[in-house]
């Protein structure tokens, strides 16, 4: 992390993943932050809290939260990671392939009632109430199909006009979709 009213000195680096990194999440307090790297891994870090480095040349280090379950309620700015208690309704159990596209969208009608836009195993886009908490894929929601293969990304406009970008996979196509009440 570094600080952008600061040069953008090094204030100190999350470590832990297995994998590479593939999204991040800041809560709104901005006291947390969840990342997911391409490992399936979800973690929290305390954004509040450093410790040493390994060594003493080395960067400070955030501090992994223990208890993550503490943070079911926690509000998010931004919604990337799939595997969150935010998108946990959005996972059909035994769904094939990997869960790697989710975003939110903001409904237009009502800005305090947001979207959650999953991307489905068959090529589906799947749109829930946020937050979709339900028991795992139990969580009512719309379906739009378009893409041949999973969709690998998805984007929302963050000015609420309701559209949405979704990228295949491997079909390489990218898809703009307008979401309407």
């Not at 040069?7 to 470590?15: D, I, T």
């Not at 991307?119 to 749109?127: D, L």
Request: proline letters at 6%; hydrophobic letters at 35%.
């Amino acid at each position: 992390m570094y600080d952008a009213k600061q040069a953008y000195q090094l204030r100190g680096c999350c470590r832990g993943h297995t994998g590479a990194l593939r999204g991040v999440d800041w809560s709104e307090s901005g006291a947390y932050l969840q990342s997911w790297c391409d490992a399936g891994e979800t973690r929290y870090w305390t954004m509040t809290a450093l410790k040493p480095g390994p060594t003493s040349t080395s960067p400070q280090e955030y501090q992994l939260q223990s208890k993550p379950f503490t943070l079911l309620k926690e509000p998010w700015a931004t919604m990337t990671c799939p595997l969150v208690w935010a998108a946990r309704g959005a996972w059909r159990e035994n769904e094939e392939g990997e869960r790697c596209a989710v975003a939110r969208l903001t409904d237009l009608q009502n800005p305090t009632k947001p979207w959650l836009v999953a991307g489905g195993s068959k090529g589906e886009i799947r749109v829930f109430s946020y937050p979709a908490c339900q028991l795992t894929g139990s969580a009512q929601h719309f379906t739009a199909l378009g893409h041949s293969y999973m969709p690998t990304a998805i984007a929302c406009d963050e000015r609420g006009q309701g559209a949405l970008l979704s990228a295949g996979g491997e079909d390489l196509t990218v898809m703009q979709w307008r979401v309407r009440t």
